[in-house]
C-alpha cells in the first residue's frame, strides 16, 4: 500500500483509518483544526453514516455504498498522466478562471493559490490553512455541525483538501470561477471534499462547477461545501453534476447569510448512480435572500435525492426553493425540504415547491415539503406535484405534425426549461440547455471535448 | 377530398355520432352547425385523431387514404389541420420551436430537408403578416398568457405556417369580438384556395358574414340533418335550431 493511502474494508472502519493517519491529518494544519478533528472523528464514532432510520436519510440507502471497500487518498497521489489532455472544457463563451479538483485534491500543485484581479484568493484550502489561518478559523466549521450528522462530521475529520475561494470586501468580480472536479482512478475510490467560500461585504462572484468522473471505477465521495456571504454581498453557484452510474455522491452545502446578501444556488443533476444533495441555508441578517433551484434527471436505476433545510433565523428575510425531477425508467427520487420559520422573523417570505415528471410506473418520488412556521406576520407556501406528460399538450402537438418522441422531448426540456432559464451566466446556461437536451433524448450528456465516457 | 362514409363514434360508452355522411372537394368551404351537443367538436376530433373518442363504424377518406388509420401526428402530416375551440397553453415551449419542430417533422415525412434557422425565420414573420399577429405573441410560448382572441389568432397563425389541404376549424368564432373576428376570417380568406377546402364548425351565423361557405350543414343529434347552401345559415340565425329539432321529433 503506498503510504499516503488507505483501504476502506467493508468493515467500514473509517475511524481506524483516522487512528492509523492521525499523524499526517494533524501536521500542518492550525491548532483549531487539530481539535476540530479530534472532535468530529467522536462525532462520527457516536453518529455513523446515517442509515434509512435517520428521517432525514429515509429515502436514500447510504449505508450500502459506504460498505465498499475503495482506496483513500489523503494526499495527491503522483499522477502519471495530465488532465489537460483528456479534459479541456470547452465552453466556447465561457472566459473563467478554471480550478481543477482531483479526486478531491487541489490538482495546481505548482500554484496551490492564486490571486485573482481584486486580491481574490482562488486556490487549495491545504495551502489556505496554511497561508491565511486567520480567515480559515473564523469561517471554518462554524456553518457545517459536525454533532448533527455524521457525513459531516467524517468530512470535518478526514478531508485534508478542496478548494478556497475568498473574495475581499466590495470586489465585484466579473468573470466565473469555474471549479472542475474529477474523478478518476483505476481503483474505486472514496474521497472527501471540503470547500470553504467567503464573500465579502458588497463583492460579487459567480462560480460554476462542474463534477465529473473520468473513469469507470466505483466512486463514493463525500463532500462539504460552507459559504459564508457577508452583508450586501452577491453568491451565484451553478453546479452541474454529471457522474457515472457507479458513483455515489453526498453533497453538504452550508450557508450563512448576512443581512442584504443573495445566494443563488442552482443545481442541475444531469447524471449519476446516487446523488444526496444536501444544502443548509440560515439566513442571519436582515433582508438576506436564498433561491435555490434544482433540477435532476434519472433513469435506470438512478437515484437523486435533494434535502433542504432554510432557516428564516431573523426578520424580512426572503427565501424560494424550487426542485423539479424528471423520472424514466425504475429510477427514484427525493426530495425532503424543510423551512423553519423562528417567532422573531416577521415578514418572512418563503416559498419552496417541488414538481415531479415520472416518465412510467415504476419510476419513483418521494417528496415532503415542510414549513414550520412560529411567527405571525409571514408570507409563505409550499407544496409538491407528481405527474404524467400533459396529454391535452401531447394532442396539441401531435395535431400539428409532430411525433409522439418529438412532443415528449419538447413538453420535457419545456418543464427542465423553467430551472436551466434562473441561471445567470449565459454561456453555463445555454451548455445545460443543451446537455439536458441531449440527456433527455437518451444520448450520452457528456461535454464535446471530454474524451472520457463518464455515462 | 375528404368522404366521410357513416361514420358513428362513442365517448365513454356514449354514442355520439350517429352515421355521419359528408363529401368534401378542393377548393370548398364547408360550414357545419348545430346546438350545443349535437357532435360538432366530436366530429372534428375524430377526423384529427384525438383517442378520447372511440369509432365504432364507418370510413373516412382523406386523399385516397383511410384517415382512422393514420396517428394525430401523420393526418397533419398528410394535410389535416384542426383549429382547436380551446388552444391549450404549454408553457416553456417557445412558438419558433414548436412551429420549427412541426414544419420540419412534416418536410421530413414528405422527404424535404429541414429548413435552415434563417429561412425558417423569414418564413414564420412573413406569415405572421399575412395573418396580422403580433410577433410579440410569437416569441413567446405557446399561448401562455393569451387572451381567448389570441389564441384563436394563433390557431389561424399556426394554420398559415402549416399549409394544410384541409382546415377544420373548431367554434374558432367563439370568444371573440368582432374586431377579433374579421382578423381571424380575414386570415382564413386569404388561405383559401382552388386547391385547399375548409371546414368551418359554428354555433352561430355570425362568422359566415366573413367566411362565405359553398355548403352548410345542420349537425342534430349526431346526424347532418340538412344541407344546404349559405341561405340555410341565415335561416338558421332567424328562426333558431328549435324548427329544426320539431321537424326531427315529427
Redesign the interface.
Given at each position: 500500500m503506498e503510504p499516503n493511502t488507505a483501504l476502506l474494508g467493508p468493515d467500514n472502519d473509517y475511524l481506524r483509518l483516522f487512528d492509523a493517519n492521525r499523524g499526517k491529518l494533524t501536521q500542518s494544519i492550525p491548532s483549531f483544526l487539530v481539535d476540530l478533528r479530534k472532535e468530529a472523528v467522536e462525532s462520527f464514532r457516536m453518529l455513523g453514516i446515517p442509515g434509512k432510520k435517520n428521517e432525514n436519510y429515509r429515502y436514500i440507502d447510504l449505508q450500502t455504498s459506504f460498505n465498499n471497500t475503495f482506496r483513500k487518498e489523503l494526499q495527491p497521489k503522483n499522477i502519471t498522466f495530465n488532465v489537460e489532455d483528456i479534459f479541456r472544457c470547452d465552453i466556447p463563451e465561457l472566459d473563467a478562471d478554471v480550478i481543477l479538483v482531483l479526486n478531491g485534491i487541489y490538482y495546481d500543485t505548482h500554484r496551490p493559490m492564486r490571486e485573482l484581479e481584486g486580491g481574490i484568493l482562488a486556490g487549495s484550502l491545504a495551502e489556505a490553512f496554511r497561508l491565511f489561518p486567520g480567515i480559515v478559523e473564523k469561517h471554518f466549521g462554524k456553518y457545517a455541525d459536525h454533532r448533527k450528522d455524521g457525513l459531516v462530521a467524517l468530512n470535518t475529520a478526514l478531508a485534508t483538501d478542496g478548494f478556497f475561494l475568498y473574495v475581499p470586501d466590495g470586489i465585484q468580480m466579473k468573470k466565473p470561477i469555474q471549479v472542475i472536479n474529477l474523478l478518476m482512478s483505476d481503483e474505486p475510490t472514496f474521497s472527501q471534499q471540503r470547500n470553504l467560500l467567503v464573500i465579502g461585504k458588497g463583492a460579487s462572484v459567480s462560480l460554476v462547477v462542474c463534477d465529473h468522473t473520468l473513469s469507470p471505477e466505483k466512486f463514493l465521495s463525500n463532500n462539504l461545501t460552507e459559504v459564508f456571504a457577508a452583508r450586501d454581498s452577491r453568491f451565484e453557484i451553478t453546479r452541474l453534476q454529471n457522474e457515472h452510474n457507479a458513483s455515489t455522491q453526498v453533497l453538504s452545502q452550508f450557508y450563512m447569510q448576512e443581512a442584504n446578501s443573495l445566494v443563488n444556488n442552482n443545481t442541475i443533476t444531469l447524471h449519476g448512480g446516487m446523488v444526496r444533495n444536501n444544502l443548509y441555508v440560515q439566513l442571519n441578517g436582515e433582508g438576506a435572500e436564498n433561491n435555490a433551484y434544482g433540477l435532476f434527471i434519472t433513469d435506470q436505476g438512478q437515484h437523486v435525492d435533494n434535502y433542504t433545510f432554510v432557516d428564516h433565523a431573523v426578520a424580512h428575510c426572503n427565501s424560494n426553493q424550487l426542485f423539479k425531477g424528471v423520472l424514466d425508467d425504475y429510477s427514484s427520487g427525493a426530495f425532503n425540504g424543510r423551512i423553519l420559520v423562528r417567532k422573531d422573523s416577521q415578514k418572512t417570505v418563503a416559498y419552496q415547491k417541488n414538481n415531479n415528471l415520472l416518465l412510467t410506473s415504476d419510476a419513483r418520488i418521494n417528496t415532503k415539503p415542510q414549513l414550520e412556521i412560529y411567527a405571525d406576520d409571514v408570507k409563505c407556501s409550499h407544496g409538491a406535484a407528481v405527474g404524467q406528460l400533459d396529454k391535452q399538450a401531447m394532442f396539441y402537438l401531435q395535431s400539428r405534425g409532430i411525433g409522439r418522441d418529438e412532443a415528449r422531448l419538447l413538453l420535457m426540456n419545456a418543464f427542465a426549461n423553467e430551472i436551466i432559464a434562473k441561471i445567470q451566466v449565459e454561456p453555463i446556461r445555454e451548455r445545460i440547455a443543451e446537455l439536458v437536451g441531449k440527456r433527455l433524448r437518451g444520448e450520452l450528456s457528456r461535454c464535446h471535448n471530454c474524451t472520457m465516457h463518464c455515462c | 377530398m375528404l368522404s366521410i362514409h357513416n361514420l358513428r363514434a362513442k365517448v365513454e360508452g356514449k354514442e355520439i355520432l350517429k352515421g355521419i355522411n359528408l363529401e368534401v372537394k378542393a377548393g370548398e368551404v364547408h360550414a357545419i352547425m348545430g346546438p350545443n351537443g349535437s357532435g360538432k367538436s366530436t366530429l372534428a376530433g375524430v377526423l384529427?385523431?384525438?383517442?378520447f373518442f372511440e369509432v365504432t363504424e364507418g370510413e373516412v377518406m382523406f386523399e385516397g387514404k383511410n384517415l382512422l388509420d393514420l396517428?394525430?401526428?401523420d393526418?397533419?402530416?398528410e394535410g389535416i389541420?384542426?383549429g382547436?375551440q380551446y388552444?391549450?397553453e404549454?408553457?416553456?415551449?417557445s412558438m419558433v420551436?414548436?412551429?420549427k419542430?412541426?414544419?420540419n417533422?412534416?418536410r421530413k415525412?414528405r422527404g424535404k430537408d429541414p429548413l435552415s434557422a434563417s429561412d425558417f425565420l423569414k418564413y414564420m414573420r412573413l406569415k405572421a403578416e399575412v395573418v396580422e399577429i403580433d410577433t410579440k405573441l410569437t416569441s413567446r410560448?405557446?399561448n401562455e398568457g393569451f387572451s381567448g382572441g389570441e389564441k384563436k389568432k394563433n390557431e389561424i397563425f399556426?394554420m398559415a405556417m402549416?399549409e394544410p389541404r384541409l382546415a377544420i376549424l373548431d367554434e374558432t368564432d367563439s370568444g371573440l369580438d368582432i374586431d377579433a373576428l374579421r382578423v381571424v376570417a380575414g386570415g382564413v380568406n386569404k388561405l383559401r384556395s382552388k386547391d385547399t377546402a375548409t371546414i368551418v364548425i359554428t354555433h352561430y351565423q355570425r362568422l359566415l358574414d366573413y367566411i362565405v361557405p359553398d355548403y352548410v350543414h345542420v349537425l342534430y343529434d349526431g346526424r347532418i340533418v340538412r344541407t344546404s347552401g349559405k341561405e340555410l345559415a341565415l335561416e338558421l340565425e332567424e328562426k333558431g335550431y328549435d324548427w329544426i329539432k320539431q321537424e326531427m321529433m315529427q
Open positions: - | 384529427a385523431g384525438r383517442d396517428s394525430p401526428e393526418r397533419a402530416r389541420f384542426l382547436f388552444p391549450v404549454i408553457p416553456g415551449v420551436n414548436f412551429m419542430t412541426a414544419i417533422e412534416i415525412y410560448s405557446v399556426q402549416l
